[in-house]
């Protein structure tokens, strides 16, 4: 355990959440000024746009007449085309055909008639064909149509703000962590040391640090005076006068006398965060987009049902992310962490990019399995880096801040892709998550790495090791699994669809998506700190199924936008509640597995469990969404968590909940 001096916090944890506070407010009034900007000019700039887009439409249609009316096209065909045409163009208010003397032919959609005339922009393109005049196109958009989207620009503007400002905050987090707050600690546990006469160690660091070069020295330059004072009592003529004194420094103090051999390592486990946190942001950018995707593909091929068909893909990737984890493990064991990392970014990246590009339903669920593979690949040296850079006691505590990191994604990737799928469609959005992965591949360079990592500790599994303990079955079986089946069944694949079918667009979506988000972020810090302070890991595990199950249980007697964002809320407090106790007794069964010799670890079946159940949950969702419906789908997922939750409290009453871990550090993980 680290040798505290008191407050030694005070002097790195105040002024480097100042500096934190200072930079996220001048961007957040960086953003707060561009937002007010473009808002002020957004009509201006518009409507010569809007206006343009009309007469690119008429135009279009008047040379599609000029061919359609020459060769005898009927009414009915006509007709079909200019709604078509309306469809695919909704800023377009109205079309209007009319012939050479004037008289309305066709028209669709609304104001075509001469009242309001202020209200709308009106272009219109003549139908000549071999110089004769056959008749005029017009086309014409609503000025309320900009109206009502300058009012959902706040809502854009402002989930661009948040989403930007929680990455802000996480690589500011990152880069003052590492280059502040880590080396003090690292000084002041050196420090600490020195002042209980301990002189037999040394700060080990690649940056060179003013204070801890300064303190190496001092601690090298009183082991060096203590070398020669024992050389010296080795003198036969002096041994009388030195010994004594040398007996009493070896009573009272501690001294390297053959070389500092022990280095204090600085604590880099906060880097895990920012690698989590960008591949999980690059994929949660399609959560409310991929089931609708996914779905309406299906539907064309006439393969599947429509539910069966949303939940295909997400399974499939669940179900290669269980495959290749075990091979992870592998590669892990015969590789370093950097190597697997790029590995998983680059094949993570190809397949969100193959996914988008992607014309048939076949070719889409093979991207989504090679995507969950490589995430595999990138949660498991994530994972090993966590666990490898942090001792038995804070490991916990490092993992619940990896797992942070992800949930902190799952509240702002959503976001902006609605707001990518609505500018560029789903191609952008998988796009750019593709780029997303290949920046995470760069970021590797600079923070993943093995120089500091404590003896490697066996957290995953392997195709070789095959014996599992009876807690971390039940743990993994009647827990973790549980937990994933109802987080791909209700947030990732249900959720979206139900809001849909009610009408919502995709950025009305996220934001209801994102209570689950926003409530298991910012709660799963406070219940991570409680379950370490009264060690109730096994209690909150259990009592975790219950919120989130009574919420999908209620959701079946009201199955409106409000009952899903409560619904989701509960679900995500029953999570912040679970996962930080999961992730405790996962990591107290690997080192009760570890110490029995039985090789494959507690940790190694949580992952398994858990990309399992998400596998098998969003089949058995799309499966009950299809036969039931989504409302009574929810309500049978609700009393099989309850269930589960139940069943897992009376196998911990029979195994008994394991050791207790050590009580963590003074400096828990940021």
């Not at 402002?158 to 905050?169: H, N, Q």
């Not at 690649?206 to 060096?224: K, T």
């Not at 690949?377 to 797992?403: E, K, V």
């Not at 810090?525 to 009592?543: Q, V, Y």
Request: glycine content about 10%.
């Amino acid at each position: 355990m680290n040798q505290a001096l008191p407050g030694q916090r005070q002097l790195y944890a105040s002024p480097a959440s100042r500096y934190c506070m200072l930079v996220l407010a001048v961007l957040l009034m960086a953003q707060l000024a561009v937002a007010a900007y473009s808002w002020s000019i957004s009509n201006r700039i518009l409507l010569p746009e809007l206006e343009r887009k009309a007469q690119a439409v008429a135009t279009t249609l008047a040379n599609e007449m000029t061919g359609a009316l020459a060769q005898g096209g009927s009414a009915k065909d006509i007709q079909r085309y200019f709604d078509a045409t309306l469809r695919e163009h909704p800023d377009v208010a109205f079309v209007v055909l009319t012939g050479a003397d004037g008289r309305v032919l066709y028209r669709s959609g609304q104001g075509g008639e001469i009242m309001e005339p202020e209200r709308y922009l009106r272009k219109s393109a003549e139908i000549v064909h071999r110089y004769i005049h056959y008749g005029l196109v017009e086309a014409g958009v609503d000025r309320r149509y900009l109206r009502s989207r300058s009012g959902s620009m706040p809502w854009v503007l402002g989930a661009i703000a948040l989403a930007s400002l929680a990455a802000a905050l996480e690589f500011l987090r990152c880069s003052v962590t590492l280059n502040v707050i880590a080396p003090m600690r690292q000084a002041l546990h050196l420090i600490g040391r020195m002042a209980t006469g301990d002189f037999r160690y040394r700060a080990e660091g690649s940056s060179p640090q003013v204070l801890v070069a300064g303190l190496n020295q001092a601690c090298a330059s009183i082991n060096r005076a203590f070398g020669d004072l024992a050389r010296l009592a080795a003198t036969p003529s002096r041994r009388a006068l030195a010994e004594p004194v040398v007996r009493r420094l070896r009573k009272a103090y501690r001294f390297a006398e053959h070389g500092i051999s022990r280095d204090l390592l600085q604590e880099r486990a906060i880097a895990v965060r920012v690698l989590a946190f960008v591949p999980m942001f690059g994929d949660t950018l399609a959560r409310a987009l991929l089931p609708i995707h996914a779905g309406t593909m299906s539907s064309s091929a006439g393969l599947l049902p429509s539910g069966v068909g949303a939940a295909l893909p997400l399974a499939a990737f669940m179900a290669g992310a269980a495959a290749a984890l075990p091979f992870a493990g592998g590669c892990l064991a015969r590789a370093d962490r950097r190597s697997v990392y790029l590995a998983g970014a680059l094949v993570t990246g190809a397949a969100l990019a193959a996914t988008g590009l992607a014309n048939d339903y076949i070719t889409l669920c093979a991207a989504r399995i090679a995507a969950g593979a490589g995430y595999a690949m990138l949660f498991a040296s994530c994972h090993s880096y966590a666990c490898d850079s942090t001792g038995p006691a804070d490991r916990p505590a490092a993992l619940a801040s990896l797992f942070g990191a992800m949930l902190l994604a799952e509240l702002c990737g959503p976001l902006i892709g609605a707001v990518l799928a609505e500018q560029g469609g789903a191609r952008t959005v998988f796009t750019a998550g593709g780029w997303l992965l290949l920046g995470a591949a760069s970021i590797s360079f600079a923070l993943l790495g093995d120089g500091n990592a404590q003896p490697r500790v066996s957290v995953l599994p392997t195709m070789r090791r095959p014996r599992v303990n009876a807690r971390a079955l039940a743990l993994g079986v009647l827990s973790i699994a549980p937990s994933t089946f109802i987080y791909a069944a209700f947030p990732m694949l249900l959720a979206p669809l139900a809001l849909s079918k009610l009408g919502y667009p995709l950025l009305d979506a996220a934001y209801i998506l994102a209570a689950y988000g926003a409530t298991a972020a910012l709660l799963t810090p406070a219940f991570g700190r409680l379950g370490r302070r009264f060690n109730i890991h096994a209690p909150m595990a259990c009592l975790g199924a219950m919120p989130g199950g009574l919420g999908l249980m209620h959701l079946a007697g009201a199955g409106d936008a409000n009952a899903l964002a409560v619904a989701l809320a509960l679900l995500g407090f029953g999570h912040a509640m679970s996962i930080p106790a999961q992730l405790a007794l996962a990591t107290r069964f690997n080192k009760s597995s570890s110490a029995a010799g039985n090789g494959f670890s507690g940790t190694g079946v949580s992952g398994l469990a858990a990309f399992g159940g998400a596998a098998c949950g969003a089949m058995g969702a799309g499966s009950l969404s299809s036969a039931l419906g989504a409302a009574q789908a929810a309500h049978v997922l609700g009393i099989a968590s309850i269930a589960c939750a139940f069943v897992f409290a009376l196998a911990f009453l029979k195994l008994g909940p394991g050791e207790a871990e050590e009580a963590p550090d003074d400096h828990d993980l940021p």
